[in-house]
C-alpha cells in the first residue's frame, strides 16, 4: 500500500504564493508521474500540473507561468510551487501518482488553497 500525505496549503492574499508538498511512503515502489489536480466548489476535479518519473512537465493553460512543479526522486516527494495567485485558484489541491509496471494510480486526501481578493 501507498500513502500520499499533502502538507502547504493554506490562506493567502491574492499575488501572494504558496508551495505545495506531497510525499509518497508505504512499500517498496517504482513512482511513474506525478501529477497535481484541483476541484474547487461546484466544478469538477481538473488537472493542474503533470511531470514524469524523466522530469518532463505540462500544465494547465490557466497556471502556466506561475505554478512550478517538481520532485524529488530520491525522497518520493514532489511539490508545487505556486505564484501570483488569484481568487480563481482556491480549490482543495490533489496530489495524484501512478506506481509501478501496471500505473496504479493514488489519490492524496487534499488540501486546501484559498486566495482572498
Known amino acids: 500500500q501507498v500513502q500520499l500525505v499533502e502538507s502547504g496549503g493554506g490562506l493567502v492574499q491574492a499575488g501572494g504564493s504558496l508551495r505545495l508538498s506531497c510525499a509518497a511512503s508505504g512499500n517498496s515502489f517504482s513512482i511513474n508521474t506525478m501529477g497535481w489536480y484541483r476541484q474547487a466548489p461546484g466544478k469538477q476535479r481538473e488537472l493542474v500540473a503533470i511531470?514524469?518519473?524523466?522530469?518532463?512537465?505540462n500544465y494547465a493553460d490557466s497556471v502556466k507561468g506561475r505554478f512550478t512543479i517538481s520532485r524529488d526522486n530520491a525522497k518520493n516527494t514532489m511539490y508545487m510551487q505556486m505564484n501570483s495567485l488569484k481568487p480563481e485558484d482556491t480549490a482543495v489541491y490533489y496530489c495524484?501518482?501512478?506506481?509501478?509496471?501496471?500505473?496504479?494510480?493514488?489519490w492524496g486526501q487534499g488540501t486546501q488553497v484559498t486566495v482572498s481578493s
Open positions: 495524484r501518482v501512478t506506481i509501478g509496471r501496471w500505473s496504479i494510480v493514488y
Open positions: 511531470i514524469t518519473s524523466g522530469g518532463s512537465t
